[in-house]
């Protein structure tokens, strides 16, 4: 199963100045894609860090997104910070600059020009939008961070990341977590390939516990289940039979 | 100013069974309380990596707060994974136990006195709530992560982390990005205790870019902002005037 991390790049979102769409957006896309996001990471528009940041996604995981720090201004360093990370150049890509060039026509301001500036090497991923591509440094995706902007670019792109999804079940339980976790023990030890997650929660009116069982092999996913409500027994309240994730 | 970082601990987050809730509140609360929130990190309930990112944030920032994997379950790896970072046994608080014995009575189950395991030498950090204080290891809070948990205990404990907040005053232009960086530039250039800020929008009708100004220097932020509003002249739509962020 393909691995992904996202860095988030912005003073506005750990300052609250706006509320964190694009992760939470890539969250649900990613799921339905089949591709297991390990790490977000929200970071200010810090040169420094992001290099650091984005270069240990990078090796860590089989895809990286990044979401801002794009634009025209002062405080947009993130490719920069990329090049740096891959010890590139910045450099100005000269089919990008005349599409900036025609699009912008005689109310182009210079800064305009900064976003045909890419590091050396970048790859230009194309979806149906031929005109403005995504840029791709390695394994990292460069996507702004304005969210119906994020959104448009990464939907436009995302059939290339499409692998098979996980398959999901769950179990409302009605007791307290402590007394199902031998249980979910027993589960854990007699299915290995599948991930058992308990979830308690306390304003819900007719279950107390939320257990979920994911994994890429059904069956298993279905014999744990089978095992799981046979043993909790009476204290099942309902079941979500095992489906593909995230459809 | 104090510095923070967050831990997200959790599978459910990352495979979006549950929408992420803490972070979010967290950063309103440490704006308000003039914390300067500087990186937030998601991730499995996976102890190793538990244990590096929380000895990494710790090492960066004045506060550490986590959120999550404090249960009695098999996937409730927090506090060993805390442990493991600052190389202390997980040990039965004794005073703790008793609480947890008082509290389930007859009901108590094996695993829910697991709440009462924490790292050898953590500190028991108490607000209004006397019975259930929030554990602290060197400078890492570790909160739950079920969402009105959450907040009930960052509240309670949170007046210890108050300072003075910072100056923010907002410009809203009716002008492309790009044909105000210069003109941001100068502002840097001008005020560099100043944080500024740019951000596009798309879908609003009365403006184009959001500018922020931000500073511990109320002066200095007031003399950026007028700077600014000088030099954009009639391309500024309307002002929010320098006043405490976040309050």
């Keep these: 199963m393909p691995t ?7 003073d506005e979102i750990l300052s609250g100045k706006f509320v964190e769409e694009n992760a939470a957006f890539l969250i649900g896309e990613l799921r339905a894609l089949g591709v297991d996001l390990r790490r977000i990471v929200m970071i200010p528009d810090d040169l420094e860090d992001i290099a650091a940041t984005v270069l240990d996604l990078s090796a860590r995981f089989d895809y990286v997104f990044t979401s801002g720090g794009v634009g025209p201004t002062h405080d947009d360093v993130t490719i920069a910070a990329i090049a740096k990370a891959f010890a ?36 230009l991923v194309y979806g149906k939008d031929q005109m403005w591509p995504v840029v791709c440094v390695a394994n990292v995706f460069i996507l702004p961070g304005v969210p119906p902007l994020f959104r448009r670019k990464f ?51 007719d279950f107390k516990v939320m257990v979920t069982l994911e994994g890429r092999d059904a069956g298993e996913v279905a014999a744990a289940f089978a095992l799981l409500v046979e043993r909790l027994s009476d204290r099942v309240v309902r079941t979500e039979q095992p489906a593909p994730a995230g459809a």
Tied chains: 1, 2.
């Design 4 to 10: 992904a991390g996202i860095a988030i790049i912005g």
């Design 155 to 205: 939907v436009d792109i995302r059939d290339r990341f499409r692998t098979e999804p996980v398959t999901i079940a769950r179990v409302y339980v009605n007791a307290d977590e402590g007394a199902i976790a031998d249980d979910l023990d027993a589960v854990v030890a007699a299915h290995g390939g599948v991930k058992i997650g308990s979830y308690p929660r306390f304003s819900e009116k």
């Design 88 to 123: 590139k150049p910045v450099v100005r890509h000269p089919e990008l600059e005349q599409r900036v060039r025609a699009y912008w026509g005689a109310k182009l301001d210079e800064p305009n020009l900064r976003v045909a500036d890419i590091p050396e090497g970048a790859e």
